[in-house]
């Protein structure tokens, strides 16, 4: 394989990041700095901007110009070295905001949207939204490896991006790596290892072998910058919706990423008088078997309380959350609430979205609209009122995970026989059965 260029230009982007603040402490470091957490509390520093040269920036060039990617709002985003943001790739981001008449019929809603992450490019995740972001980052730093740690998505991301980049990437996957994740990242160039522990455990250990050899992990050594590319999840769908920001956008939660930086984008979008946001409650689904940030915010509590994953949503199964707090602040601002939901209502839930919209998603988005419906059924959404499910995954990834239904039953290739089957089917069908 030939070796990266690591040649940038130093043409600067729009960038108006100003540098990293500590979000307990207040410390505040330089954009150049190179840790990703503050050396006082450990928490993972987080990106600041001038909002008022960013808002001066978007009124100058036009948005109808700008091309519809991962890097359309890049005043907003903390990447600065133009070279670096066109090596990773134009491809991520700007995915379709779907009206979802017949899913919102089946749920009793009539202004029902799907944000569809599942089309995502280049690997069918939000996760290519963050992972583009350490990619640069990582060319921005000169530095030519990337590793990262993941329950399945980030690693595909993190092998599709590195290999359009040039550089080589290491996967670690926790203990019960499921065979076609191994595969896909194989086949996308990367080096795979399995660690035997869970998420957390393996989150754990990665840190500090980034710490020891100086491998750059995509979602902890890059962690500030990886984290802001979720925010463009927020900026499209308020674009989407003619700026006019919903009543409720409800989003499946793992580390807490996703969602605590819809927030800060949606507040960014206010902040530099792009849209009003304030009135958008910011509702996150976890599944049962590991909801520690529902829990908190449910019952009130101001900590989290790590849990051990027991859940088929494997991308959420997260149990100690990192942005955990963040997240619970956030639903909290905007009045938001949580749902968690069994691993059956979240099958159920992939199957209805499926057959009501036609788009596959894997677990993480039945935990969305299974959540969703809870939602509705408490009377925290109205029927009316302009809803956002953010669909954060790709099914055909997850699809041999499915409950079985009967193996589709063998009749003689013949027409006769092929009609009395197919008025089975019908039959299946009337009666609500999937065959
Ligand atoms: C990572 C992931 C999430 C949750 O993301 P966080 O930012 O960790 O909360 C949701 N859905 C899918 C498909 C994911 O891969
Ligand atoms: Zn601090």
């Given at each position: 394989m030939a070796a990266p260029n690591n040649h940038l230009s130093g043409q600067p982007t729009r960038s108006c990041a100003t540098g990293l603040r500590c979000p307990k402490c207040g410390q505040t470091f330089p954009l150049?700095?190179?840790?990703?957490?503050?050396?006082?509390?450990s928490r993972c520093l987080d990106v600041t901007y001038d909002y008022e040269l960013a808002a001066q920036r978007l009124k100058q060039l036009?948005?109808?110009?700008?091309?519809?990617?991962?890097?359309?709002?890049?005043?907003?985003?903390?990447?600065?070295d133009a070279a670096a943001q066109s090596r990773v790739g134009q491809v991520s981001g700007f995915t379709p905001l779907i009206r979802a008449e017949r899913l919102g019929a089946e749920l009793g809603l009539t202004n029902l949207y799907i944000k569809d992450d599942?089309?995502?490019?280049?690997?069918?995740?939000?996760?290519d939204r963050v992972v583009s972001m350490s990619v640069a980052r990582l060319l921005e730093l000169g530095k030519t490896e990337l590793g990262c740690v993941s329950t399945g998505n980030v690693g595909h991301a993190v092998s599709a991006l590195a290999a359009k980049a040039g550089v080589p990437a290491y996967v670690f996957y926790p203990n019960r790596l499921e065979h076609t994740k191994a595969r896909v990242c194989r086949a996308l160039g990367a080096r795979v290892c399995q660690v035997d522990g869970n998420y957390d455990e393996a989150n754990r250990e990665c840190r500090r072998l980034s710490a020891e050899t100086?491998?750059?992990?995509?979602?902890?050594?890059l962690r500030p910058f990886y984290s802001e590319g979720a925010k463009t999840e927020g900026f499209e769908i308020i674009e989407q919706l003619g700026w006019q920001a919903p009543e409720h956008i409800v989003l499946p939660a793992a580390g807490g990423t996703l969602s605590s930086r819809a927030h800060k984008g949606l507040k960014e979008l206010e902040t530099v008088g792009l849209?009003?946001?304030?009135h958008t409650k910011i509702h996150i689904a976890q599944p049962d078997g590991c909801s520690p940030i529902a829990a908190t915010i449910v019952d009130g509590r101001d900590a989290i309380e790590p849990v051990i994953p027991t859940t088929i949503a494997h991308s959420l199964a997260i149990g100690a959350p990192g942005d955990g707090m963040l997240v619970v602040d956030a639903v909290r601002a905007r009045g938001g609430t949580a749902a968690t939901v069994t691993d059956e209502e979240i099958w159920a839930a992939v199957d209805l979205l499926g057959a009501t919209e036609g788009i596959l998603t894997e677990p993480a988005g039945g935990t969305a609209i299974a959540s969703l419906s809870k939602l509705i059924d408490a009377g925290?959404?109205?029927?009316d009122d302009v809803t956002v499910a953010v669909i954060t995954g790709n099914g055909l990834k997850t699809i041999e995970d499915h409950p079985d239904k009967p193996w589709p039953t063998m009749v003689p290739c013949e027409v006769d026989a092929m009609r009395d089957a197919l008025d089975q089917l019908r039959d299946g069908a009337a009666a609500g059965v999937g065959a």
């Open positions: 150049s700095e190179t840790e990703a957490f503050c050396p006082e509390c036009g948005l109808a110009e700008r091309p519809q990617n991962v890097w359309r709002f890049d005043e907003l985003l903390p990447i600065t599942s089309s995502n490019r280049p690997s069918f995740s939000y996760k100086g491998l750059e992990f995509a979602n902890i050594s849209a009003e946001t304030a925290h959404i109205g029927s």
